[in-house]
C-alpha cells in the first residue's frame, strides 16, 4: 500500500506540483512556434494548376507546410493544424502536380471493385506530369518564399 504523504509535510501541495505542471506545459506549448496564413495561386505556362501539392520547406529547419492545389490553381497552407499557415521565415518550395493516364475510373461501390479485381491490362496506367517534375524535389525546383507575420499571399507562374 502507498506511503501517505504526513499532513504538515506539504505533501498535499507536492502531490498537485506534477500534474500542475503538465497542464501548464501543455497550455503554454499553443500550434508551435510563429507560424503566419499563407495562401496563393500556382500557373504552369499561365493556366492554374487545379491538383497537386505545394510544400513549404524552412531553411531553418522545422515542420514544413503543405497545401492541396484546387480551383483557380488556389492554394491554403497548413504546419500545425488547417490553414495555420507557414512557419515564419526563408522557405524551400516544392510543387507536385501529376495525373494518371489510362487509369480506369475509380469503383462506385464495393462490389463493384470486386468484380473489378481481374488482372490489369498489359497497358496499365501511366503518370503524367502536369508541371515539369523538376519542380517537386526541394533540391531542383529553384523556388523560394518567404513568410513574415501577417497574411501573405504567394504566386507562382512557372515556366
Known amino acids: ?8 509535510s506539504g505533501g498535499r501541495r ?8 503538465i497542464v ?17 495561386v ?12 505545394v510544400s513549404f520547406y524552412p531553411v531553418a529547419g522545422g515542420r514544413p507546410a503543405t497545401g492541396k492545389l ?16 507557414a512557419l515564419l521565415g526563408g522557405h524551400k518550395v516544392t510543387i507536385s502536380a501529376m495525373e494518371l493516364i489510362n487509369a480506369p475510373p475509380p469503383p462506385k461501390s464495393l462490389s463493384e471493385e470486386i468484380s473489378q479485381s481481374a488482372p490489369p491490362p498489359k497497358a ?10 523538376k519542380y517537386s524535389a526541394q533540391a531542383t525546383s ?6 513574415v507575420g501577417g497574411t501573405n499571399l504567394i504566386e507562382f507562374d512557372l515556366p
Open 42 to 53: 500556382v500557373q504552369f505556362d499561365g493556366v492554374p494548376v487545379t491538383q497537386g501539392t
Open 124 to 133: 496499365g496506367p501511366k503518370a503524367r506530369w502536369i508541371v515539369p517534375e
Open 142 to 147: 529553384g523556388l523560394t518564399a518567404t513568410v
Open 14 to 21: 507536492l502531490r498537485w506540483m506534477g500534474p500542475a505542471a
Open 70 to 85: 484546387g480551383p483557380g490553381g488556389a492554394f491554403e497552407l497548413s504546419t500545425f493544424g488547417n490553414g495555420d499557415g
Open 24 to 40: 501548464l506545459t501543455l497550455l503554454g506549448c499553443g500550434q508551435g512556434p510563429g507560424t503566419a496564413p499563407v495562401s496563393g
Open 1 to 8: 500500500m502507498p506511503k501517505a504523504w504526513p499532513e504538515g
